[in-house]
RNA sequence: GCGGGAAUAGCUCAGCGGUAGAGCGCCAGCCUUCCAAGCUGGGGGUCGCGGGUUCGAAUCCCGUUUCCCGCUCCA
């Protein structure tokens, strides 16, 4: 298959786009009213492709785990599974981090467009300027007359200039590099290092004038009432910024009828913290041992600042969530275990080639739960909107025992384990056991997002058949599994053909679409099978009559053979579970 | 949030101040023995939405929503 494979960079999305509305896979949300940004519903033919994508992640990670194979220790992988809430405990997304790491307030420039994270702006605040004999001082000479200087509170809460950076002594660092962040700023040198308030001194030449000048942080409540009286990082120029607006990225809500801010909750940014605030039942009611893991597929909601790139990044999406719990010494072995198996799952439902990458984390890009670990990888897909690069399909990452450590923390219950196979020995020969905080493996995959690559991989465009174009789905995710023809409307094969049907319905209808269809060409017939992405059609004709037999007629390569009607279910059989 | 482009039938698009169109698809009938064949007929659009200009707006102007591209953002 792969060598047939169709770069992603000559597919078009808006080819891709319309198929899927044509056919039924994916429609805009809430169309007839306009559309709602960021939100897509899926027709019936992408309804049954996202369950069979989904099942067969529920098949191969919940209840055969990892399709049987053995894990680094040896053992079979244990995994059980859960169904957590959407709305949980608001104080879980304070122990997650998702409260504080969702609510960064942004500035915007409206001369220049550029947007700035509003804790990321260093105000410069001139405190005093430096007399003419002093000038030419250095910054360790002007430390004493310093001492006597006036408060830096005293200085206007207005600052003179801004300059990027995430805090004081890193703007004082980049501003010594390149005084060109301040207009007609010549110098600068730093005085002394950060105080308790955020802030540190500087010296600054202005040609031949010099100022000592506070530099930290603004206060971000005067900027959002007075952003006019501000000046814009770079140009210095005032009247440009936007007050600081917070960019909060997870769905607020209510519980209960009053609706006061005490009511407050949110809906889940993701499924997993459902697993670690149910980690202490699981392991109490489910006779569960170390290492095991704990899958949830569901939906989850992120209010994404630009949703983008069709079903890519959706405000409202599902996700199949795996944590896996290990002796903190093996985390190691059972990042890599994951990070490898999963690739290959992704491969075993269809994404093969050069489209399917598996990308390990730089140090720097890891999230803060992350850094700590054995590393995060993302499996990636080669979208075509992100040809030649690539779009995460399902992260890796090893995220220490930073959950279980938090909600430890936060909610007051002890998360540990005692894992009674560890520990030194006693004088039975029992070991003593380990009392300890697991760590986590999270293979975190994105199902809407597979649905799309699994789209994206199938659409093959081909001028040489009628449709111009077909879905070369795997049988096991095709939605529609198989079609049943008559050749023509006449004679007794509608009657075989429904019969064979019937028959296909019973046998394999829970797994996908078995059609039907008596009516016009067949070779219109093939044409529609083709762009729906059915692997397999069944057609009756003048020799079925007489031999008991039909023809099947291959989606990929337009081929046919004639086979037994008595055949058919274990020809698909065998097909459908690849 | 910003800048640019777009929105007319299920799809692809034409129409750009004077009665809403084509091709394909879809549905029905006829005909048809293997790849969107042919014939006949049919359904389907308040021209994204809301204002304004005009005797008259799909068409011009303003606003708005959605989609696409580029920024920006992305635990």
Partial sequence: ???????????????????????????????????????????????????????????????????????????PVRMVPVDSCIIQHPRVWEASGHVEGFNDPMVDDRETKARYRADHLMGVFVVWEVPKHDAQKTGAELM??????????????????????????????SLAADPKQIPRLKRAQPINAVRGDGAALALLHFGERAFVARVGPVDLALLGREPERFPAPVTGKKGVLTPPRAFNLMFKTYVGATATEDDVAYLRPETAQGIFTNFKNVVDTMRVKMPFGIAQMGKAFRNEVTPRNFTFRSREFEQMEIEFFCHPSEARAWYGFWRDWRMQWWESVGLKGENLVLREHATDELAHYAREGAGTSDIEYRFPFTAPGYGELEGVAHRTDFDLRRHQEYSGVKLDYFDAERGERGPSGQPRGERYLPHVIEPSAGLDRGVLALLCEAFTPDPARASGVFLRFRPRMAPIKAAVYPLVNREAMPEVAARLHADLVGRFGRDGFIEFDAKQTIGKRYAR??????????????????????????????????????????????????
């Fill in 1 to 75: 298959m792969a060598e047939r494979e169709t770069p992603a960079a000559t597919k078009s999305m808006d080819d891709i786009m319309a198929l899927c509305k044509r056919r039924g896979f994916i429609y805009q949300a809430s169309e007839i009213y306009g559309g709602i940004n960021g939100f897509w519903d899926y027709g019936p033919l992408g309804a049954q492709l996202k369950k069979n994508l989904r099942d067969a992640w529920w098949n191969d990670v919940v209840m055969v785990p990892c399709g049987g194979r053995r894990g680094p220790t040896g053992e």
């Fill in 144 to 173: 004493s007359a310093l001492a006597t200087l006036v408060e830096p509170q005293s200085s206007s809460p207005y600052p003179e200039f801004m300059v990027v950076a995430p805090h004081a002594a890193e703007a004082l660092s």
């Fill in 529 to 578: 099978m083709d762009e729906a992405g059915c692997p397999f059609c069944f057609t009756v004709d003048g020799q079925s009559l007489q031999d008991m037999t039909v023809t099947v007629r291959d989606r990929d390569t337009q081929q046919q053979e004639r086979i037994g009607l008595d055949a058919v279910p274990a020809f698909l059989a065998d097909r459908l579970a690849r």
